[in-house]
């Protein structure tokens, strides 16, 4: 299904058993696509309505039409998708790239927020030193001048530790292509330097892998320090993309926080 507005067009998709259960929205990282949560969405569809899509330059959804922030956009489209669905609350889980999206969903419209899942994230409060801010045309350099080929192997490689994890990395990363690495990573940054001005207060699950980079542990548990409503796991046998690293682990993980959370509704 597509839904479209004035800044483009976006392909989503909604899996559910059973009318009326509790949403369950998920959004991808960079060079990724809604196929990402393909193990989540067959495990939750039997409890809950799971909402899935491409983000904008990704899948079958169009470019932004839009100059501004890529993440608040993108928040602007799970509002919208809340609304076409008929969605009053949804908990929305962001990997990677998608942390920064949800976060932003949350300052944006919070009303519509039950929860929040963050794998392989980062927090966006209280912002980063401006100086970061240098680091986006090196990284633009970086990736024009490193050779395609080798550049979504690279990217694979350092995301996941599963062959099958890697190939579809692999794959998605080169139909995006590199500008939109480029593009996407330069405005990560951006935000992180941007940042919001005050945390959230829903309640939240922190994941990443036990390869993960230290960089994101680290700024994962700076995110858990910083809203008191959160609890933080480290998945075994996983990288960045640990839900597609170790599903089995991810999804039991998953079912739990949100049996409680809708436990306590």
């Known amino acids: 299904m597509y839904l479209e507005n004035e ?3 976006i392909y989503y998709e909604v899996h559910a058993e059973k009318d009326g259960a509790p949403a369950v929205l998920f959004s991808h990282g960079v060079c990724m696509d809604h196929k990402t949560f393909l193990s989540q969405v067959e495990v939750l569809k039997k409890h809950y309505t799971v909402i899935v899509w491409d983000m904008p330059f990704h899948g079958n959804s169009s470019p932004l039409n839009t100059k501004g922030f890529y993440t608040a956009s993108a928040a602007d489209f799970i509002k919208d998708l809340l609304d076409q669905t008929q969605t009053d609350k949804a908990v929305l889980v962001g990997l990677s790239l998608g942390s920064f999206v949800v976060q932003q969903a949350v300052h944006k419209y919070p009303e519509r927020v039950a929860g929040t899942v963050h794998i392989g994230g980062g927090s966006l409060y ?41 190939a579809y990395m692999e794959k998605t990363a080169t139909k995006t292509g590199k500008g939109v690495m480029a593009h996407l990573t330069q405005e990560m940054l951006r935000d992180m330097v941007k940042g919001l001005r005050k945390p959230s207060n829903e309640p939240m699950l922190l994941l990443y892998g036990d390869h993960e980079t ?29 839900n597609q690293d170790n599903p089995e682990k991810v999804n039991e993980i998953l079912l739990s926080f949100l049996t409680d959370l809708h436990e306590n509704i």
Not at 136 to 157: C, D, E, H, Q
């Open 126 to 166: 209280p912002g980063y030193p401006s100086i970061l801010k240098l680091f986006n045309p090196i990284i633009g350099f970086f990736i024009a001048l490193y050779p395609s080929r080798s550049i979504f192997k690279t990217f694979a490689k350092h995301r996941a530790l599963k062959p099958e994890t890697r």
């Open 214 to 242: 230290s960089f994101v542990k680290k700024t994962m548990q700076k995110m858990h320090h910083n809203n008191p409503n959160s609890q933080i796991m480290e998945v075994k046998d996983a990288h960045h993309v640990a």
């Open 7 to 9: 800044k483009g067009k």
